[in-house]
């Protein structure tokens, strides 16, 4: 089992910052790949950001140049930097991570709300 607990939402200025953090534990050995999944309401899910194994990174286009994902693997936490938030950024996020054979991701967290005003 792996567990994933997001925090770092809240209400920020849009051109603010803002970072998400994903803490994992549990089977944290058996994770290959984490990413950053947003919804915001009457929306699709969206993936916003992964990283892989390797350190392989993947970024939307609507946030590439604004967002970066990394990681702390001394501290297994997962970390997404956001700069220049716009109100479209406003949404629930969630951490994913994919472990074992799996090809998609099969771990959530609960999910951290971001709101941007303008």
């Known amino acids: 089992q792996v567990q994933l607990v997001e925090s770092g939402g809240g209400l ?6 803002l970072r998400l953090s994903c803490a994992a534990s549990g089977s944290i050995f058996s994770i290959n790949a984490m ?6 309401p009457g929306k699709e899910r969206e993936l916003v950001a ?5 350190g392989s990174t993947y970024y ?8 970066t ?3 702390d693997n001394a501290k ?3 970390y997404l930097q956001m700069n220049s938030l716009k ?6 996020y969630y951490c994913g991570a994919r472990s074992g ?3 998609e991701y099969n771990y959530w967290g609960q999910g951290t709300q971001v709101t941007v005003s303008s």
Request: overall charge positive; proline content about 2%; glycine content about 12%.
């Open 101 to 103: 054979s799996a090809r």
């Open 69 to 71: 994902i990394s990681r």
């Open 50 to 54: 992964a990283i892989s194994l390797g």
């Open 60 to 67: 939307a286009d609507s946030v590439k140049g604004r967002f």
């Open 76 to 78: 297994n936490t997962l």
């Open 87 to 92: 109100p479209e950024d406003a949404a629930m």
């Open 35 to 40: 990413g950053w999944y947003r919804q915001a």
């Open 12 to 17: 920020v200025q849009a051109g603010g910052s």
